[in-house]
């Protein structure tokens, strides 16, 4: 299994405050991404990294901001949490590029957020 | 525009052998990923095509024609354990996620 481990597993919180989801990997990859997925919607790409400090929208980020300080680490912050964004969130990671061919996606196991 | 088409549910018997279709439009379009990801759980990688034709993984087959912006992922055999949603991929400018079929095996 690649070694991502998310934290916390779940979480339940109060609509309007902050909330923030940590991605740890092992793996030394470079990319790294957070995923919501929804009944209905099936995975979608909130932001991703492709190296420290670097990264990008995905197209559901609004609400949302990351942050990359280290390779292994990767940070999803809800800067004010509403119920709309009760969901389970995914973290995963790659060597390669999903825009330069493609490349295998590790998940972690995921983080069951509930807003209140 | 970037879609994913798949059928939502499927429900087979242990032992026989099940398709899951799907068909995709994505710009760019560069290969074809199933995952398979069991209830609460996180999606695993099975297969990924880029050229057209048939790749086979044991129980598990994955095929794809570019063409006709098509794949199945076919599985034999089937086990209890292969209860689980299955989600096509399409790896483009963007990976596109399918919805997921969610197969039920029945003994």
């Known amino acids: 299994d690649a070694g991502i481990t998310q934290s916390p597993r779940h979480k339940v919180t109060e609509t309007g405050t902050p909330v923030t989801l940590r991605c740890h990997q092992t793996?030394?990859?470079?990319?790294m991404y957070w995923y919501r997925q929804d009944p209905g919607h099936g995975l979608r790409l909130i932001h991703y990294s492709y190296g420290v400090k670097d990264t990008d929208k995905g197209e559901v980020s609004d609400g949302y901001s990351v942050s990359r300080s280290k390779t292994e680490d990767f940070l999803l912050t809800l800067e004010s949490a509403t119920s709309s964004q009760t969901s389970v969130y995914f973290c995963a990671i790659s060597e390669g590029n999903l825009e330069t061919g493609g490349d295998i996606q590790y998940f972690g196991a995921g983080t069951r957020l509930s807003v209140l | 525009g970037q879609n994913i088409d798949q059928p939502t549910e499927m429900t087979a018997t242990e032992g026989a052998i099940v398709q899951i279709n799907c068909t995709y439009q994505?710009?760019?379009?560069?290969?074809l990923f199933w995952y398979q990801q069991h209830a609460g759980e996180a999606p695993t990688f099975l297969s990924y095509n880029v050229l057209d034709g048939l790749e086979e993984k044991g129980r598990f087959s994955s095929f794809l024609s570019r063409s006709k912006g098509y794949s199945y992922l076919l599985l034999k055999e089937l086990q209890m354990k292969d209860s689980a949603s299955y989600l096509c991929v399409a790896a483009g400018n963007k990976l596109t996620f399918g919805g997921g079929t969610r197969v039920l095996v029945k003994p």
């Open positions: 793996e030394n990859h470079r990319y």
């Open positions: 994505t710009s760019g379009f560069n290969g």
